[in-house]
């Protein structure tokens, strides 16, 4: 069953991140996936936990790359390295994704139901990028944390609207190496 449910939630990610958010219905959803009629409402019986799902999804997609990619990292150089990569993945391959994400945050701000899980998953990345910042000395690994979230970001908002071959690694490298600081 959790095969159905998956389906579901890649197929709600491909009609809002190539149709915007009003494709997100379960009937849509349902037929881009190839699903019975009602097969997502069963497993998402309100068009907020539909959002929410999709939301905590992409999120669980998102942090297994950042580990796989970050993960081995040692050093700055490493960081730096890793996050440009996942940076041009997420406005390249996953760019369908990454548009989902961001046209969903946008939805969720007008859907108080959704903010709680929105807010989790942000804690989460939050969280796990301190920690990385910590392991390499970084002397405010807080402030570093939200301050690389943010720099990425903007980085990906830039690239999926106004600049898609802009440079990603001169820009990571200066906040990786201003968050870990000397």
Not at 7 to 15: E, I, S
Not at 24 to 49: C, E, I, M, Y
Not at 89 to 110: I, M
Request: glycine content about 8%.
């Amino acid at each position: 069953m959790a095969v159905t449910r998956d389906r579901a939630l890649a197929a709600a990610v491909t009609l809002v991140g190539e149709q915007g958010v009003r494709a997100l219905t379960h009937a849509r959803v349902d037929a881009q996936a190839g699903l019975p009629k009602g097969s997502t409402s069963n497993w998402f019986r309100t068009r907020d936990a539909l959002v929410a799902g999709v939301l905590v999804w992409i999120a669980e997609q998102e942090r297994t790359e950042l580990v796989a990619a970050i993960g081995p990292a040692q050093t700055s150089d490493d960081v730096v390295e890793a996050l440009t990569g996942l940076l041009a993945d997420a406005t390249g391959p996953h760019a369908v994704r990454t548009r989902a994400r961001y046209a969903l945050f946008l939805e969720t701000a007008a859907a108080p139901g959704v903010g709680p899980s929105v807010h989790a998953q942000r804690s989460l990345f939050e969280e796990w990028t301190r920690d990385q910042l910590v392991r390499l000395g970084a002397s405010d690994p807080d402030d570093g944390a939200r301050a690389l979230l943010a720099m990425s970001a903007g980085i990906i908002v830039n690239r999926l609207t106004v600049a898609p071959d802009a440079p990603i690694r001169p820009t990571v490298a200066l906040a990786v190496r201003a968050a870990v600081g000397p």
